[in-house]
């Protein structure tokens, strides 16, 4: 038997269990509440519940997008 093997039968066990909990739940047409919730729907529940207005919250997210694609480019090799 190889060193790895349990592991590989744990994950094909694994798939197999998520596969049929997937067909099942696609048998049945339910989604979990989540899956339905917009990006602008997270964006207007979390302004209701901190209290900020919903442009508050869409422009710091932008900034700090803008800030992460910065810092993420390649440095230029002189």
């Known amino acids: 038997m190889k060193p790895g093997a349990p592991d590989e039968e744990r994950i ?3 798939r197999r269990q998520i596969t049929a909990d997937l067909r099942s739940l696609r048998r049945r047409g339910t989604r979990t ?3 339905r ?3 602008g729907g ?3 529940q979390a302004a209701r519940l901190r209290g900020f207005p919903t ?3 869409g422009a710091l997210a932008g900034l700090l997008a803008g800030v992460w694609s910065a ?3 390649p440095r ?3």
């Open 37 to 39: 919730r917009t990006a």
């Open 71 to 73: 810092l993420r480019r």
């Open 42 to 44: 997270w964006v207007s």
């Open 76 to 78: 230029k090799v002189e």
């Open 55 to 57: 442009w508050a919250i």
């Open 12 to 14: 094909a066990q694994l």
């Open 33 to 35: 509440q989540w899956t």
